[in-house]
């Protein structure tokens, strides 16, 4: 079975293995530290709300059975440790079938909280964990030689992943095909990372060079993967380097790890081996009959399900971030389609009364999104704030918000323990604001001078109000000097800019 046998790539599939089980572990920390505010009994959309609306068939999930947030706490927490065990190479010792439990497992875990996981989970990098972790499923343990069909397939993946993105930008927004997006891009980003004010101000030139490698290396360079070595390993190589680049330029939560981790096993061992300082068994391993058959049927079903994924390629009305089974097992990807130029960011803010009126208004910090023009961007990819990148979402258009805002408005009344862990800074921590609103900035990056002159990141002017103050009681009617009234220094103000349309 030479055509089965994956000679060569066994170091490859160790880093694959251990690469995917590090992105594993982060995920499951996420839902372990967010998943009860976002997704709780008491959440800002309760898990048990929507397993009554959505049968099980339509999105498979454990907590269609039970549910209580100490069970998803259970999931996650039980993922995270098979994940770090993963890593750390203790599963990958024991015999083949608890092997693959152990993928299996981390898989069918990570799927039950994806599929109740609603607006929170509805990502990209969400469906191609889903789908690397399947794959990873049945490429074997340290015994047992690699699979080479799996490893195309894992390749295909990767196909998909860059070759969709670079079709949804070339067939969407003009300024990919005039090479001036970046112009925009590191500004209006959903989070801006701590370089980003740095590649917002590269040269023009530069920002050129930057979108037509992306081209490049999404459009051409997926093909070279299906050619023999050293190409393939080559056209890999050049992706990790971009998606490095990405890294460096912005917060996508674990979607370039992912990808530099899929990357990984189209590198041979014979690099490897110097990168690693290790050797792969002189045998190479062994090929149960049974693992054999099992891997070959697996693969076909692959194959099958990649007939609308592929057909989504090729279509002029191409989908992005699409899954066409409720398994997420073969799925379509493709991110910024088009660009916003503009960027607005949505602050919540509250306020206690005197006898006088409001006392002022005091702003909600967001560990991640821009508030504070003063607060240099932060690095937390591959964590992913979730929260964060809905208000992002929420300051395009509204109906991203509906669902769940006006829940997090009383969250906020009420000091709310759970929720306010989601956020940098409560300004209220003796006692609870009596009236929260949330006002519409447009947010740009600071010039060079302005940035040598003020010390901060951000110039931010008002543009309207996104949530009219409310109180415990219900909306609230303010003066236009209590509307106004906020402490100094920590709203700039200026001429009302028009609402932004929603996103594509």
């Keep these: 079975m030479e055509w089965f046998a994956g000679d060569g790539y066994w170091l490859a599939r160790l880093a694959f293995q251990r690469g995917l089980a590090a992105v594993y572990l982060v995920a499951f920390v996420v839902a372990l530290t967010q998943s009860r505010a976002l997704l709780g009994t008491e959440g800002l959309t309760p898990i048990p709300d929507f397993v009554r609306r959505v049968p099980f068939r339509r999105s498979p999930s454990l907590f269609h059975w039970r549910y209580s947030d100490r069970l998803l706490a259970v999931v996650a927490g039980t993922g995270a440790v098979v994940a770090a065990a993963t890593l750390l190479g203790v599963t990958e010792r024991l015999p083949l079938p608890l092997t693959m439990l152990a993928w299996l497992l981390l898989w069918a875990a990570y799927l039950s909280i994806v599929n109740v996981g609603q607006i929170w989970y509805g990502f990209g990098w969400e469906s191609l964990l889903l789908e690397a972790g399947f794959l990873a499923v049945f490429l074997g343990n340290a015994q047992t030689t690699p699979p080479f069909p799996v490893l195309v397939a894992v390749r295909w993946l990767l196909f998909r992943l860059e070759f969709g993105a670079g079709l949804i930008k070339l067939r969407g927004d003009r300024c990919w095909r005039d090479l001036t997006c970046l112009d925009f891009h590191h500004e209006t980003q959903p989070m801006p990372g701590p370089l980003s004010w740095w590649f917002h101000h590269l040269p023009k030139p530069l920002h050129r060079v930057e979108v037509a490698a992306n081209h490049l290396t999404q459009l051409v360079l997926p093909f070279g993967l ?3 070595q050293p190409v393939a390993g080559a056209c890999a190589g050049v992706m990790v ?6 890294v460096l330029s912005g917060n996508f ?9 899929l990357a990984l096993p189209a590198v041979p061992d014979r690099f490897w ?3 690693l300082a290790a050797r792969p068994p002189a045998d190479g391993g062994r090929m149960p009959l049974w693992w054999v058959v099992l891997v070959c049927a697996v693969l ?24 066409f089974d409720p398994l997420h097992l073969v799925n379509t990807y493709g991110a910024f389609g088009s660009v916003t130029k503009v960027r607005y960011e949505i602050v919540v803010e509250g306020a ?7 006392l002022g208004w005091r702003e909600y910090e967001f560990k991640g999104k821009p508030g504070d023009p003063r607060r240099r961007p932060r690095q937390y990819a591959p964590y992913h704030l979730r929260l964060d990148w809905l208000m992002w979402f929420a300051a395009l258009s509204p109906a991203y918000a509906r669902p769940w805002f006006s829940r997090l408005a009383l969250k906020l009344l009420h000091n709310d323990r759970t929720t306010l862990r989601l956020l940098r800074y409560n ?7 009596e009236v929260v609103r949330a006002r519409l900035y447009r947010y740009r990056f600071t010039t060079w001078r302005e940035r040598r002159g003020t010390g901060a990141w951000w110039h931010r002017e008002l543009a309207g109000e996104f949530l009219d103050p409310v109180s415990l009681s219900g909306p609230v009617s303010l003066s236009q000097a209590e509307r106004r009234r906020t402490p100094p220094g920590r709203t700039g103000q200026g001429r009302p800019a028009p609402r932004p349309a929603p996103r594509a």
Excluded: C, K
């Excluded at 380097?241 to 990405?246: C, F, I």
């Excluded at 300004?427 to 604001?433: E, I, R, T, Y």
């Design 253 to 261: 939560s674990w979607l370039n790890w992912t990808a530099i981790v």
């Design 226 to 228: 299906f050619l023999p």
């Design 427 to 433: 300004p209220f921590p003796d006692s609870p604001p």
């Design 352 to 358: 206690r009364r005197s006898l006088e009126g409001l």
């Design 300 to 323: 076909v079903l692959v194959v099958v399900l990649s007939y609308r994924p592929a057909r989504n390629l090729l279509s002029g009305r191409q989908a992005m971030n699409a899954s």
């Design 273 to 275: 081996s110097l990168v």
């Design 241 to 246: 380097l971009t998606q490095l680049w990405l």
